[in-house]
């Protein structure tokens, strides 16, 4: 008997049947090339379809020219795309999984920047992230974007697809914007009263079933939230979600939240609450007769067959974590739940997209990379060695435990009294206790291999010249000089005046020690990621009056590419973290701090300071790695090498280990 016995069960869908609940939700990946698919997209899409999802909707492609927010971006319009379909058909069918296409268009929320052409849009109201006014869509423009529907749907059929998923009636893409009153004043037939501002999809609708015929699925993205002011709210999606069932022409709805006003209700970071999005889902799914696809940071299958023993949902969306665990399926239907890997809500996955990158995932690094990095498949050692891992952070265990998954002999010394280096240093902060689920997980795996594990152990250099090799994981130690990029002459020299004082401290010796902070605390952040907020945040729980000071125009920039740092603005101000931008210190005193303006030179004083602590990045702790290099058989990963990321230790850490 199945732990989830709803998860596992089948269900019509249209003229076919799922084996199960699970389905993998669109979501980019950067995979596209030429707007073509490629390999790389089959073996994602495979792993995927092989680790247990019955139902894949594939990523977003244009309907039309006019969408295409970067160059890797598909077109299903394009007649080219039918080979390509009919290679991922034939690679996922094997598996028994239902392959779905998903045209769209994103309207107002992109640019011309890619492609030239002019935004097009219902009306000329701006995204408030692109910003660039759009051109007002014209009945033949409306006509072509239907043309270029019909033609996905075409191409589809074609290409052996299983059925389409019409996108843009939600996260505000442009059928969103028709529907909309907030974004559609037009006063012709396709504005106006809601009759009026459905047409275009109704019309949509009605080209892609004739091109489908009733063998193929249709479906359709629908909004259950905008979740902005003048948007459409559950009871009025709830109503046209019944109002698009009743043409007859859609097998399903897959419901979503949010618009690009506000997108952290689209694909939210950690620690928003899982399932955040249902109740809205339950109250149009009651409205309806035909099955629903739910999301919203649904990660756990306990959580998923509560979800659908509660009616709220027909299938169970995910894109994030099935980006996390491709056997995520597999493992909950055959009784290895445990042995998944969590999404851990961190959005590197939005952050290797922002950087127009393929898509990756802070713990997981075969995510996208399936054809050279299949966590599955690993080559066994031609001769087992006796190998030294030194440092049990992130990129550490993950070497442990791959070189022990292939045979090697392996020894794990870990200074610390747990594994987890500063993974579990940057879960002390209310926002990021998920983050410990990518150092639990490896934990959990290590236990189940033949690794032995050395905790409050120093290793020195004639601790390991009896062993074959050794991976230098060892990770870095913050920096607290006080000066930033922009004195790079500094850098080697004395560092800033009162730096040196017993109450200033790097991150990490915060983090490390949880030492007194006080009433008052400066944080000084140079480098404009993650760690600085983290910091600030938790300082704030420890009970101090946080001040928040950095050399760059804005506090955390880098969070940009993970969508949340309006998120994380807004909790750190609720805080009472207060922020000074454009600023750098110039001297430290026992209880203050001197700041200047980068651009003016004038300075304040803040007062009655009881702790500094700077975030100015790390130095890495590879001393013990150039004391072996000539003498053993070394590789030096992670922030050992150089500080930066978790998923770069993780990666480091499985490429090395499947090196020696």
């Excluded at 009733?214 to 003048?230: A, F, P, Q, V, Y």
């Excluded at 419901?255 to 339950?282: C, V, W």
């Amino acid at each position: 008997m199945s732990d989830y016995p709803l998860l596992g069960s089948p269900l019509k869908l249209g003229s076919k049947t799922a084996r199960n609940r699970i389905w993998m939700t669109a979501h980019a990946t950067l995979l596209v090339k030429d707007h073509l698919f490629t390999d790389q997209h089959i073996a994602y899409y495979t792993a995927r379809a092989k680790g247990g999802a019955a139902v894949i909707t594939m990523e977003a492609m244009a309907s039309h020219p006019t969408t295409q927010p970067y160059k890797g971006k598909a077109f299903a319009f394009d007649p080219r795309m039918i080979p390509e379909y009919q290679k991922l058909a034939d690679a996922v069918h094997v598996y028994d999984t239902l392959l779905l296409s998903q045209p769209w268009h994103r309207g107002r929320q992109t640019n011309s920047v890619t492609n030239g052409l002019p935004v097009w849009a219902p009306s000329a109201i701006p995204c408030g992230v692109y910003r660039e006014m759009p051109h007002v869509m014209t009945a033949k423009d409306i006509g072509e974007i239907i043309e270029g529907y019909r033609l996905s749907a075409k191409h589809s059929r074609e290409g052996g697809l299983d059925g389409v998923e019409v996108h843009g009636m939600s996260h505000g893409y442009l059928l969103n914007q028709f529907l909309s009153p907030a974004t559609n004043n037009r006063t012709d037939a396709y504005g106006g009263t809601l009759e009026d501002r459905m047409r275009i999809v109704i019309e949509i609708l009605e080209a892609s079933r004739a091109e489908l015929g009733s063998d193929m699925i249709m479906g359709m993205r629908l909004n259950s939230d905008d979740g902005h002011e003048g948007g459409l709210g559950p009871d009025e999606w709830a109503d046209l979600a019944a109002r698009f069932e009743a043409t007859g022409l859609i097998d399903y709805i897959s419901l979503s939240h949010g618009t690009y006003i506000n997108r952290m209700l689209i694909y939210p970071t950690s620690p928003e609450k899982h399932g955040f999005q249902l109740d809205a889902t339950a109250t149009i799914k009651a409205k309806l007769k035909i099955p629903v696809v739910g999301v919203g940071r649904i990660v756990d299958p306990d959580e998923a067959e509560s979800y659908l023993a509660e009616g709220k949902l027909d299938f169970v969306g995910m894109a994030r974590a099935l980006i996390s665990d491709a056997r995520w399926g597999a493992k909950a239907l055959s009784g290895e739940a445990k042995k998944i890997r969590p999404c851990v809500g961190a959005n590197w996955c939005m952050s290797t997209i922002f950087a127009q990158s393929p898509i990756g995932c802070i713990h997981n690094p075969s995510a996208g990379r399936e054809l050279e990095l299949d966590e599955e498949v690993l080559e066994p050692a031609k001769t087992p060695k006796k190998v030294a891992v030194v440092g049990g952070g992130p990129g550490g265990m993950r070497a442990a435990w791959t070189l022990a998954r292939r045979g090697h002999v392996v020894t794990l010394f870990e200074a610390g009294k747990r594994l987890g280096g500063q993974v579990r240093w940057w879960a002390k902060a209310d926002s990021r206790t998920e983050l410990v689920g990518i150092v639990d997980w490896l934990e959990a795996r290590l236990a189940e291999d033949d690794v032995d594990i050395r905790l409050e152990t120093r290793v020195a250099e004639s601790d390991l010249l009896s062993f074959d090799a050794a991976v230098i994981a060892t990770g870095s130690t913050g920096l607290r000089h006080g000066w930033t990029m922009l004195r790079p002459e500094k850098w080697a020299g004395d560092p800033l005046p009162g730096a040196d004082l017993a109450h200033v401290m790097a991150y990490t010796d915060l983090l490390a020690s949880d030492p007194d902070v006080g009433k008052r605390a400066v944080v000084f952040d140079t480098m404009g990621g993650r760690q600085g907020a983290v910091t600030a945040e938790y300082l704030a729980q420890r009970g101090a009056r946080v001040f928040f000071v950095t050399q760059l125009g804005q506090p955390s920039p880098d969070l940009a590419a993970s969508r949340d740092w309006g998120k994380v603005h807004g909790m750190l101000r609720r805080a009472g973290v207060t922020f000074h931008v454009d600023r750098e210190l110039t001297e430290i005193t026992p209880r203050s701090v001197m700041i200047r303006d980068l651009f003016t030179g004038d300075t304040e004083m803040l007062d009655d300071i009881d702790t500094v602590v700077m975030v100015q990045g790390g130095s890495a702790n590879d001393a013990l790695f150039h004391m072996l290099e000539s003498s053993l058989d070394c590789h030096l990963i992670g922030d050992a090498m150089s500080p930066r990321r978790v998923n770069d230790a993780i990666k480091e850490g499985e490429l090395v280990a499947r090196k020696i």
